[in-house]
């Protein structure tokens, strides 16, 4: 699969966020990392360590909460140079996703970014255990979502699932991913 161009990229998503959408509700936004590897597409994510208090080993993408009165993009731009090194200089926004509510009541807000290739990164081990890397080849295909609670008997609503080896995408993540496929896939 061809690698899709920024200019693609650009007229098929929302544009990147550049203020918080008002709400009472907590504020954090993410990174949607973007990069080419040998012409194809991957969307990159994280893997929290096992032993956090919230979201333990879970799959997600780079993000936190709000600091002072940054903007959507320069939170999730910090946060990602905290948790994965990115460089942000070397970081192209090419787009955003509608903001959605967290399980754990926080308005998050998503940031699409092409990136370098990750193999430079380093991971923050107080929050990271490692780097994921998923092909936008599988992710984009809706057949290979399922609608499922959430795993080991946890309580709340079904979300989107994606298996990927030993890997599992699912809740506020799986949303996001569902979200960025269907902006993408409009012009198909």
Known sequence: MNALADAVLRAR?????VDWTP???RLAAVLVPWFARD?????????????????AG??????????????PVACALRESAEEVGLAVDRVTVLGGLAPRVSSSGILVHGVVARIP??????????????LLAIPWGLLRYGARWQSLP???GGAGPTSP???FGGDLVWGLTGRLCQDLALALTRAD
Not at 13 to 17: K, Q, V
Not at 39 to 55: I, Y
Not at 58 to 71: H, L
């Open 13 to 17: 998503l929302p544009a990147a966020p």
């Open 23 to 25: 709400t009472s509700l």
């Open 39 to 55: 012409g194809e597409d991957f969307v990159l994510f994280t893997v929290r360590r096992a032993d956090l208090r919230q979201h």
């Open 58 to 71: 879970q799959i997600s993408f780079p993000g936190g909460m709000r600091s002072g009165d940054e903007g």
């Open 117 to 130: 290739d990750p193999q430079e990164l380093r991971i923050d081990p107080n929050e990271v255990e490692r």
């Open 150 to 152: 959430p795993p080991h």
């Open 161 to 163: 699932h994606f298996a």
